[in-house]
């Protein structure tokens, strides 16, 4: 089945120890999307890739970066991670911005000691 | 003028009961209105989802009404089961834009 795939599903990290989230898709869809997801909130949109052009939310901290190598990954980089990073990371992919459904990743959770 | 607002935030129903759950806009460029499930620890799942030129749209147990002059849509679940208890979102987006954006949230319980 075509699907969005993270890793892994569960991260510990120490407190400024950097950490990598990772997100496949098979999908083959052209956009992919970060969201940051804290307990009893919606999903907030840290930064989407439309092929390989990068766009980041204005309000997305300098400590979080993504690179997108080829169509299929996309990786979440958090150079220095904060105990207020602690959280659930969602990957979604669109196949473009006009069909409008995103399909979700199953999330890693990600835990900041 | 971005905002959704979902209601309410938390709902508990009989099995066998209506769910039902509110979302509002006021971004008349929205032409794209998706309901998700989530479940806790999990992604959320699109569960179904209406564009403006159809009133009502179903799909199994689960109902989107859509009202476009009060900018209003919602989500029914009929004969609401246990394996129903989630957190529902509703989202809004407009074409040729990336971004949805997300309703608050409902967390319903359906007791047994």
């Known amino acids: 089945d075509a699907m969005v795939i993270q890793n892994p599903r569960y991260q510990v990290t120490q407190f400024g120890k950097p950490v990598t989230l990772s997100c496949s898709q098979t999908l083959n869809h052209n956009v992919m999307y970060w969201y940051q997801q804290k307990s009893s909130q919606a999903p907030k949109l840290l930064f989407h890739y439309y092929d390989k052009d990068f766009n980041n939310e204005a309000d997305t901290p300098d400590n979080f970066q993504s690179r997108r190598p080829n169509t299929s990954f996309c990786f979440l980089d958090i150079r220095s991670p904060g105990l207020g990073d602690a959280a659930m990371y969602l990957c979604?992919?669109?196949?473009?911005?006009?069909?409008?459904?995103?399909?979700f990743g199953p999330g890693t959770r990600l835990t900041v000691t | 003028q971005q905002q959704v607002k979902q209601s309410p935030q938390s709902l508990i129903v009989q099995k066998g009961g209506i769910s039902i759950i509110n979302c509002a806009y006021e971004n008349t460029a929205f032409d794209y209105f998706p309901w998700y499930q989530q479940f806790p620890g999990k992604g959320p799942a699109l569960l179904i989802a209406?564009?403006?030129?159809?009133s009502e749209k179903k799909e199994g147990r689960f109902t989107i009404s859509f009202n476009k002059s009060a900018k209003q849509f919602s989500l029914h679940i009929m004969d609401s089961q246990p394996g129903d208890s989630a957190t529902y979102f509703c989202a809004a987006s407009a074409s040729g834009t990336y971004k949805y954006i997300f309703g608050t949230g409902t967390r319903l319980k359906v007791l047994a």
């Open positions: 979604a992919t669109s196949r473009d911005f006009t069909t409008g459904t995103q399909e």
């Open positions: 209406i564009r403006p030129d159809v």
